[in-house]
């Protein structure tokens, strides 16, 4: 497939369809049934009419059609009772907070907080509040920007954050190298997502990913500029965030499309991405990338990278950010200054729809706000809390706000399970006595 560069196809019963979501190497995936996922294997090909070609011949050389083998309504109710009763759920949820001898050896760190283990590849603290921003002061025009990713049409969530396996030679699998991980053991960016350090290295780096800036390549690469250097996206970030430039990504219509992921725009904040301008958002990416403190901005109708002329290449200015965001408008002025001094201007509509949002996005993401909510006593969040304890520093304020949560979780819990009718008597202390003992 790799030396003839063959276009290859599959088929899945799953509920997302991705390029390369099989295997990184099948560029063309189909959504079907399960019965028909098992009718295309039996007939080895998708090249095949299933309604009148033979799945395939039986010991005689008679063909063997569909039609043949799927299952009366009948015949799959019989298999339903036959198979399934109420003891195994019973069962199951009767033992649903046991876990086994790996669980129950698990050392229980004590304390309020979160312990974080330097040493784990699959959790990092992560670096959202390392570096908050004012919010009377935040919200200012940006300047000196360069693109980081000139993108077409339709980039999915899967093209900026990939949940598939991590190749060896990427930065992600270079780092987990760098870690003692052998590759055998890499795991998927989806089952690695606690940690930063792989996602922010995966994000634009799906195989599939053409970045027009790096023409002739797939995958996540970059160029930098303006000395033109080709490197990974992730090595192209980190090199202009450590020359203090900001970074922006050019896209096409429904950027952001595909499955609600928070990491496609956790992981663009990450690389330094602080404005994304592209021609239509999908929407729920769209709100992500506000609260991870990243500007959305549209293109007017009928322009786009392409129509403007734009290369990827200019540097850019974002200007009228305040105004926009301050009542005067949802407009915003962007000029792109090509090496030789050409200045192409041209007005994008500022996507932070909501007031809310506008809240967000001036303290540099949902989570920052959160905690100053938290931290400041305003109203809207840690309400119980602030009326147990209004007296108490912000960190005080979580703790109590965080066993305020467990308890409310713990009795929602356990009206749950009485509901069931499987609650066995061990439980029945931690469920009924107020304040007790946490659930198992």
Known sequence: ?????????????????????IN??????YLASPPLVVAYALAGTMDIDLVNDPLGHDPSGNPVYLR????????????????????????EYAHAFDGDDNWKGMPVPTGGTFQWDERSTYIKKPPYFD????????????HGMRVLALLGDSVTTDHISPARSIPKDSPAGRYLISQGVAPGDFNSYGARRGNREVMVRGTLANIRLRNQLAPGTEGGWSVHLPDGKQMSIYETSMQYQGDGVPLMILAGKE??????????????????????????FERIHRTNLVGMGVLPLQFDPGESAASLRLTGKETFHIEGVCASLNGGGRKASVRAVADDGTETAFRVDVRVDTPQEVEYYRNGGIL???????????????????REAPALGWRKRLSALSASIQIATRQRLCSRIEASGVIRPKYQTACRTPGGSALP
Request: aromatic share 6%.
């Open 131 to 142: 570096q908050m921003v004012d919010p009377e002061t935040s919200g200012t025009d940006l």
């Open 68 to 91: 043949d083998i799927w299952p009366s309504n009948e015949e799959v109710q019989r298999t339903v009772r036959d198979s399934v009763n109420q003891g195994m759920f019973e069962h």
């Open 1 to 21: 497939m790799q030396k003839e560069n063959l276009v290859v196809a599959a088929v899945l019963s799953g509920n997302r369809n991705f390029e390369g979501r």
């Open 255 to 280: 950027y952001g499309s595909g499955s609600s992921r928070d990491w496609a725009a956790k992981g663009v904040a990450l690389l330094g991405v602080r404005a994304v301008i592209a021609e239509s």
């Open 368 to 386: 920052p706000y959160v905690l100053r909510q938290l931290a400041g006593g305003k109203r809207g969040a840690g309400r119980t809390a602030r």
């Open 24 to 29: 990184s190497l099948v560029k063309a995936n």
